[in-house]
């Protein structure tokens, strides 16, 4: 059930792009991106729901594609701040009943 | 924001012991509550989902009678980890989603609850 992310972890200087991506062996109806800082609870950055729309952040952009099952983060110009580790996640169909984070992406920016 | 508290935010316990966490939403009605245990450099794995009213639903591989999850009213969940051993030591965090907002809506997180027990 758990959503896979590729890759498991990059280093990036400060300015650099990044992609991060999450893929599921089930349909998805919605992908959820976090942030988690080291001890800390996970930061919400983006959903994107079915038939496109986006919720989020407006320097965060994402793309969702219901058919391959796939969900991909883009991280442009990239700071320091946006060191930590990454996590989608999305809810069962229909009910939403549980939610699973995939398996997370390490990101390190240095300066 | 919608705001998410839990209490409390670490405890260090005895081998045996029963600890409780609770998880609060402040400003809104939360129908459903996730429960997520977290081990070191890993995933948040979720343990089970906690419905108003109703008893929980727990994720394969989770023990129902040593984590007790109580949801009694619709801002306050609770977790109880009975007989607490050194494996049950980990990050517990709760999530709650707003009665209000879709099911494919955002959830709102506790800031955790670091169990250790020794």
């Known amino acids: 059930q758990q959503p896979v992310q590729s890759p498991q972890a990059v280093i990036l200087r400060e300015g650099e792009d990044a992609v991060i991506n999450c893929s599921s062996s089930k349909a998805l109806y919605s992908v959820h991106w ?10 919400f950055l983006m959903i994107l729901l ?16 219901e058919k391959k099952q796939q969900s991909s ?3 442009t110009a990239s700071q320091l701040s946006y060191s930590g580790t990454y ?20 990101l390190t920016v240095i300066p | 924001g919608a705001v998410v508290s839990q209490h409390p935010s670490w405890v260090i316990c005895k081998s045996g012991t029963s600890v409780k966490i609770e998880c609060r939403s402040l400003d809104f009605q939360a129908t459903t509550m996730f429960w997520y245990r977290q081990f070191p450099k890993q995933s948040l794995m979720l343990m089970a989902t906690s419905n108003e009213g109703s008893k929980a639903t727990y994720e394969q591989g989770v023990e129902k009678d040593k984590f007790l999850i109580n949801h009694a009213s619709l801002t306050l969940s609770t977790l ?14 709760c999530s709650a989603r707003d009665l209000g907002q879709g099911l494919y809506n955002e959830q709102f997180f506790g800031p955790g609850t670091r169990l250790t027990v020794l």
């Open chain 1, 87 to 106: 996590f989608c996640g999305t809810p069962t169909p229909y009910t939403g009943n549980q939610f699973y984070f995939g398996t997370g992406t390490s």
């Open chain 1, 50 to 65: 079915k038939g496109g729309e986006q919720k989020g952040h407006e320097k965060i952009s994402a793309s969702f594609n």
């Open chain 1, 34 to 43: 976090y942030r988690q800082k080291h001890g800390e609870a996970p930061v």
């Open chain 1, 73 to 75: 983060l883009y991280l």
């Open chain 2, 80 to 93: 109880t980890v009975t007989s607490a051993h050194p494996e049950d030591s980990s990050f517990y965090i």
